[in-house]
């Protein structure tokens, strides 16, 4: 069965450095997502990408974030400067359209800034 | 404003009994509704949706029913087994993909 793949599965980091989590979407679909969730909180929704550009976003993703799909296959977030309060659960999902059709998750990198 | 909320924290219910999660939202324009179950240190697990042109739907073991008029969903687990147990978010998806996700409830299940 196809899934989204994440990788670190977990990142530790020192705080003011430079973080980029990457995200592998099930291949055929065209929506991708990053949500965080801080731990025993809600997720939380980061950003909606879609043809090579952002469609949606957040207050919490402010300029400090980006992301890219730098090619076929990755979808990756950068937080530059990592703050103490970015350490969550960031998730990665993708799904084949919008409205009524599903995401998929992928299982989560933990990011820890110390 | 858009609010996706539950009611309880946490459920405990003995195996082999029925669960009942509840989940109120705040936007009527809603028109698509998701249960995830996310199990300690993983990500969000479909199990079932509704749209807002249905009140209920049936799957294996688990059955949503959507309220509109009172902007209630809720979500059934027939038979409950010590794998159920983990949390549970009510999700509310905009036209343009966004989940918004509610609190969660931590369902608990006792042998």
């Known amino acids: 069965e196809p899934e989204v793949t994440q990788t670190p599965s977990h990142q530790v980091t020192q705080m003011g450095q430079e973080v980029i989590l990457r995200c592998v979407p099930i291949?055929?679909?065209?929506?991708f997502y990053w949500y965080r969730q801080i731990l025993g909180q809600k997720v939380e929704f980061l950003v909606s990408f879609y043809n090579n550009e952002i469609s949606e976003k957040s207050e919490i993703f402010d300029d400090q974030f980006s992301v890219e799909r730098p090619d076929g296959s990755n979808f990756t977030l950068k937080i530059r400067s990592t703050k103490l309060e970015d350490s969550a659960m960031y998730f990665c999902?993708?799904?084949?359209?919008?409205?009524?059709?599903?995401?998929?998750f992928g299982q989560g990198t933990r990011l820890t800034v110390v | 404003g858009e609010s996706v909320g539950l009611h309880l924290p946490t459920l405990s219910v003995q195996e082999g009994d029925n669960s009942i999660i509840n989940c109120a939202y705040s936007n009527s324009a809603s028109d698509y509704f998701i249960w995830y179950k996310q199990e300690s240190g993983k990500g969000p697990q479909f199990i079932i949706d509704i749209r807002s042109n249905m009140d209920k739907r049936q799957g294996q073991r688990v059955t949503v029913l959507l309220n509109k008029t009172v902007k209630h969903l809720s979500l059934q687990i027939a038979a409950t087994q010590p794998g159920d147990s983990a949390v549970y978010f009510c999700a509310e998806r905009n036209q343009g993909g966004k989940l918004i996700f509610g609190q969660g409830t931590e369902l608990s299940v006792k042998p």
């Open positions: 999902a993708s799904s084949p359209g919008t409205g009524n059709t599903e995401a998929f």
């Open positions: 291949s055929n679909h065209l929506y």
